[in-house]
């Protein structure tokens, strides 16, 4: 490799535009080669200084280790970070979490192969300040959940001890603490963070796109906060493994191709009536049966 090439990793993206770290550990802005060269966060690539140019650019993206994706609401697929070794979903008593997109992240991880964690923030507000009893089942089925407070700290020790040694991305829905989070976690305020605006109690957008920071003991990525995500399309049978305790419990149905729905002997429909199955976490999981039959038609339309 002469001087005039180099590899390195995409720490922000901003579409047409990136911010490389060099194998020296020189942070650069680059330009793409190519258009549709679809660099996230986390994306190994190959650079290229080229001869009466004045910035490095892009020339290739290295192969994935993993890609964290979502739908579009045409059914396309998007990448939104990767080559991760896990992902936090946050949540907060308040604002207020959708637990049903909480369902969907963990399910958008499993699918890319991605550990998930569920990180519970705010834990410096009153007791009632919000309902996070949707977290009992994800503890039931062994995910780590972390409490902490950005604000006060305490349990960042527990979570570092998480992410150490480790990339991870933090997501979730817009005012939970993300941003908060990182900058508390990194120690020192790196990432704008936003206030929730007065009466809504709604988050304001404050992160535009995702940016990985090393710290001593891992990398962690912010992410931009949404008001819903979707995974990627699957094939309707494999659906189910973005929740546990039904792809766990498929071998036990009378049919081999069984969605779980009305089919009879059916394990999972059984573990739902006896209550070993958590009826919100069934249901998200036939909301997100009938999303992706909706988005393969969406996108088998799109072409
Ligand atoms: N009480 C309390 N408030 C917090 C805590 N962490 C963050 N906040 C507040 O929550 C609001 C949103 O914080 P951000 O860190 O901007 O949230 P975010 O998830 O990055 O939001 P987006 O970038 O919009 O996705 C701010 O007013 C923070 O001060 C916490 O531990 N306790
Ligand atoms: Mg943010
Ligand atoms: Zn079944």
């Known amino acids: 490799m002469t001087d005039r090439e180099d590899t390195g990793c995409v720490i922000e993206s901003y579409g047409r535009r990136v911010v490389v770290e060099r194998t020296g550990g020189e942070r650069v802005p680059c ?14 690539v190959s650079l290229q200084f080229a001869p009466g140019d004045d910035e490095w650019t892009v020339t290739e993206r290295l192969p994935r280790r993993n890609v964290l994706c979502r739908s579009d609401s045409r059914g396309r697929s998007e990448s939104l970070a990767a080559n991760l070794d896990q992902l936090g979903v946050v949540v907060a008593p308040r604002p207020a ?22 990180i519970v923030n705010k834990l410096d507000l009153p007791a009632d300040a919000g309902d996070l009893s949707f977290v ?58 936003g206030g929730l605006s007065q009466g809504s109690g709604e988050g304001r957008h404050t992160t535009v796109s995702s940016a990985i920071l090393r710290t001593p003991w891992g990398e962690i990525a912010d992410s ?51 209550g070993a199955i ?12 009938n999303l992706t039959r909706q988005l393969d038609e969406k996108r088998g339309w799109s072409g």
Request: with cysteine; proline share 6%.
């Open 31 to 44: 330009k793409l080669k190519r258009k549709n060269l679809d660099l996230v966060a986390g994306d190994e």
């Open 97 to 118: 979490c959708d637990p049903f997109v909480v369902d969907r992240y963990i399910a958008g991880a499993r699918y890319a192969g991605i550990d998930a964690l569920l």
């Open 136 to 193: 009992e089942p994800f503890r039931a089925l062994g995910m780590p959940v972390v409490p902490v407070s950005a604000h006060s700290g305490a349990g960042l020790q527990a979570l570092i001890d998480r992410l150490t040694g480790r990339r991870s991305l933090l997501a979730g829905q817009s005012g939970v603490g993300k941003s908060s989070l990182l900058n508390a976690l990194a120690g020192e305020a790196v990432r704008a963070t």
């Open 224 to 274: 931009p906060g949404v008001r819903d995500y979707a995974p990627p399309v699957v094939a309707l049978k494999d659906v189910q493994l973005g929740f546990d305790e039904i792809a766990s419990r498929a071998h036990e149905c009378r049919f081999l191709d069984c969605l779980h729905l009305r089919e009879p002997q059916c394990a999972v429909q059984a573990a739902v009536e006896s």
């Open 278 to 289: 958590d009826p919100r976490r069934y249901e998200s999981y036939r909301r997100l049966l």
